[in-house]
């Protein structure tokens, strides 16, 4: 009875704590803060921990802090896709801010420079980042209280530290996501905070805060750069190379806290040891600041540093230092944990506390951080000029979009390309002039070349955080080349363009559009959205001396709904929006099929519904959302699972299933009968189980048994998830003249996978139009049990039931907005569904 007493004491004091925090909680008390600059409470209207702060209050503080304080200057970087407003902070001091120009300017001289660079009289420059995952936010709350310190402390330290440093804020990695976590965690907030984990606080709604607008991770996006929050920090890293970069998370409620280096076998070869060991030494600064508050910690015990698109690890490869903060979770403002009651606040201060030990070491530890930065770069340009002349081609002859595309990352990432002189074959592919780039190998970031074009499939280690393979040419499904001189090269490319879309003439007869350029299905269906009608070549034909490939689309003049003028100023228009080239023909006789041949089959208006919610991967679904929504204009209704039940299906002709398990009974019939009425069913990765389980498709799987022999205890964990594919890229041969593969011009295809579904090939060949080559591992790691099993495997199954289709996908074709290469699968299993 008096341990219950004492327990229930104890509980009631930490709650009466936790409503009565104020900023001697956080702030280091052996300074004075200048009284002119506001403190966050005076703004935002509650004390830093009381709440989770809303994006918008976050964006008045910073305005307010800016406007007090002659520290801190604030940029607008952009806008995300809810319209929030990306800023920046640069907090130094008032003598630094009247020469920053110039403090950058010296800064990336001397990663320009082999010359011996004098350090002792440079800032150090450190780029501090806040919950790129919304739900993680006592980030974001904690920055708050660091951008206060910064601006309003006083004395001798912190003067030092000004002096000798830039610091790049960015207060909110995610403005999207933390203002749908801050609204989550604040509506159900109780007057008596209930630290039980079963209360609907710490339960989301799909699809939870972690995620931006259209749900994507963007702590994956650092090197791809897809996404509108990834775009303005690059330009900014690039802009400055700040020398470290930390990036704040959370993790499991039962967690402490973690920071790097992570687990050293687990670090990708590129990586100098010296970053590692330098890390290592940040570390102690970390150590020391938490030993002074008494939280515990740990380090190099989890996380990596292997896959260069986080943010721990992107500054590792272009000579920076990558810093992970990983706090135990609130997942609100109190929970229960194995660590005893974890509050708000207390996570806050852990956060607050790394941020000012990260600064701490970057003022110590400045000269020796420096000169390693101008040490990396010259390094680097030594080894690059090892490879004067020789550069990697990259391009598809039959479409320049992706290339473009390509070459947009690489622009980003401050990579210089040029454009081909004239059209040459390397490697058995041809480069043609206007299709194609060439990257010189002699240059500054050849190691970010390196990484971003390596195919590796040797590991020291058998486990990976994330992908382990992310080879830019192969997920574009470009055809490239190492190796190669860069004598083909033209100019540097300094305004990169999109190849302007034409149409060759007017004609009162046909036009013709090929299918290979990566916009057709975007022209396509603003054409059926208008009632134009628009056929599919099932066979190539030739005309005019060009040859037509599988998938070619004919929109005749005559039977149209509007005057052969009108239909040649669309078209006009849908080339230059579309990128794409549109030939006008006179004559419906060709060599091959005829224009008038049943060869060419009409095609409807697609009228799509994504299937989101419960029981379904939101980074999937997002995944197809932005495709559909932010690249190809088409219009898809996205049908949460709760709704199905009360939903009209016969309004769509196609469903799409993204990564899901299981739906309900009355839901799984519904479907199940639409499909058999006449719609088509597309499914990807765990929904190819559902499909098989459910007797939508008959599917057969091969089955991968890996008995522990010699595993300990301790290794089993590690023995199982050597089992796993992370994400490893796997190569396919293609039978083009099957309608899901219409647009590709080669005879194999990379594919992106992730799961260890290995489905067997049909009993008959033309059922198989996508099957894995007998060693398919083009890049990453597959174990060898995996690796045996998968070849002549098949990644799609194209199943009928009843008037309907299925397409079962085992893996993603979509993946995290760069896969470019495997879009069209998609899009030709939307619109050629009556030809599958």
Not at 585 to 611: C, E, M, W, Y
Request: aromatic share 12%; hydrophobic share 35%.
């Amino acid at each position: 009875m008096k341990k219950l007493f004492l327990l229930s004491f104890l509980f009631c004091a930490i709650l009466q704590a936790q409503n009565n925090i104020d900023l001697s909680y956080y702030l280091p008390q052996s300074v004075t803060y200048n009284k002119a600059i506001p403190n966050p409470e005076s703004v935002i209207g509650h004390q830093v921990g009381e709440w989770h702060v809303t994006h918008d209050k976050l964006v008045q503080y910073a305005y307010a802090l800016a406007n007090a304080s002659d520290r801190i200057t604030i940029e607008d970087r952009g806008r995300t896709f809810e319209d929030r407003p990306i800023l920046l902070l640069t907090i130094t001091s008032p003598k630094n801010h009247q020469r920053i120009d110039d403090i950058r300017k010296a800064h990336i001289d001397a990663t320009n420079s082999n010359s011996n660079t004098k350090v002792s009289n440079m800032p150090i420059v450190v780029y501090q980042g806040f919950s790129i995952h919304g739900n993680e936010a006592s980030g974001a709350n904690a920055g708050l209280l660091a951008a206060y310190y910064l601006a309003a402390a006083q004395g001798d330290a912190i003067n030092e530290l000004l002096n000798n440093t830039v610091i790049l804020f960015d207060p909110s990695f995610n403005p999207d996501g933390l203002q749908r976590f801050a609204y989550w965690a604040n509506t159900n907030k109780s007057i008596n905070l209930n630290p039980d984990p079963n209360d609907r606080e710490y339960s989301e709604v799909w699809p939870g805060g972690r995620t931006n607008h259209y749900w994507f991770d963007m702590n994956r996006d650092w090197l791809p750069v897809q996404l509108p929050e990834s775009r303005a920090r690059i330009a900014t890293f690039h802009k400055w190379l700040p020398n470290i970069l930390t990036d704040h998370h959370e993790m499991g409620t039962n967690s402490t806290f973690f920071f790097q280096p992570g687990i050293p076998s687990r670090t990708h070869p590129l990586t100098p040891k010296l970053n590692q060991k330098l890390t290592r030494e940040i570390g102690n600064y970390h150590a020391k600041a938490f030993n002074k508050i008494g939280s515990l910690y740990y380090t190099e015990e989890s996380f990596d540093d292997f896959y260069y698109g986080k943010g721990s690890t992107f500054p590792d490869i272009n000579g920076g230092i990558g810093i992970l903060f990983e706090q135990g979770s609130t997942r609100g403002h109190i929970q229960e944990s194995d660590n005893g009651i974890l509050t708000f606040p207390f996570a806050i201060r852990n956060q607050f506390t790394a941020a000012l030990s990260t600064l701490d070491a970057a003022k110590n530890m400045r000269e020796e951080i420096l000169t390693y930065q101008h040490n990396f770069f010259k390094n680097a340009r030594r080894e690059a000029a090892k490879e004067n002349g020789k550069g990697i081609v990259f391009g598809d002859e039959k479409d320049a979009a992706k290339t473009y595309h390509l070459a947009e990352i690489l622009n980003r990432h401050k990579i210089k390309f040029n454009e081909v002189k004239q059209d040459f074959t390397a490697n058995g592919k041809r480069f043609k002039k206007g299709h194609s780039y060439i990257i010189p190998k002699n240059q500054k970031n050849t190691r970010l070349i390196n990484a971003m074009f390596e195919k590796r499939t040797t590991f020291q280690d058998s486990l990976f955080y994330d992908i382990s393979a992310w080879t830019f040419p192969l997920a574009f499904n470009l055809d490239y080349a190492e190796g190669v001189s860069t004598s083909n090269a033209g100019s540097e490319v300094t305004d990169l363009q999109f190849k302007s879309g034409i149409v060759s003439g007017q004609s009162n007869y046909a036009y013709l559009m090929e299918w290979h350029e990566y916009y057709t299905p975007k022209v396509l269906n603003k054409l059926l959205n208008k009632n134009i009608r628009a056929k599919v070549a099932m066979k190539q034909f030739s005309l005019n001396g060009k040859k037509y490939d599988y998938g070619t689309i004919l929109i005749q003049v005559q039977n149209q709904n509007m005057l052969s003028q009108e239909l040649h100023a669309l078209l006009k228009h849908l080339a230059r929006e579309g990128h794409v080239q549109i030939d006008a023909v006179s004559t419906g006789l060709t060599q091959g099929i005829d224009l008038g041949s049943n060869h060419f089959r009409a095609l409807q208006k697609p009228k799509i519904a994504l299937l989101v919610g419960d029981g379904i991967s939101s980074y999937d679904a997002g995944e197809i959302w932005h495709l559909f929504d932010t690249r190809y204009d088409i219009t898809v209704t996205k049908l949460d699972t709760k709704t199905i039940g009360r939903a009209d299906l016969s309004r769509y002709n196609t469903i799409i299933m993204p990564n899901a398990r299981s739906l309900s009974e009355s839901n799984t019939k519904k479907i199940k009968t639409w499909v058999e009425n006449g719609g088509t069913i597309i499914g990807y990765r765990n929904t190819v189980k559902w499909f098989n389980t459910k007797e939508l498709a008959k599917l057969e799987f091969k089955k991968v048994e890996v008995p522990a022999k010699n595993v300990t205890f301790e290794e089993r964990r590690d023995f199982r998830g050597a089992q796993v594919i992370g994400g490893a890229i796997f190569e396919a041969e293609i039978d083009r003249s099957h309608p899901i593969n219409f647009g590709y011009k080669n005879n194999k295809i990379a594919l992106f996978r992730n799961t260890t579904i290995f489905m067997k090939p049909d009993k008959n060949s033309y059922n198989n139009p996508i099957q894995y080559t007998k060693r398919p591992i083009l890049a990453g790691y597959i174990s060898k049990p995996n690796l045996d099993s998968i070849g002549s495997t098949v990644p799609l199954q194209i199943k009928p039931l009843g008037k309907g289709k299925v397409v079962a996908f085992t893996d993603n074709t979509n993946f995290r907005a760069f896969w470019y290469g495997t879009n069209k699968l998609l899009m030709n299993a939307i619109f050629f569904r009556e030809e599958l």
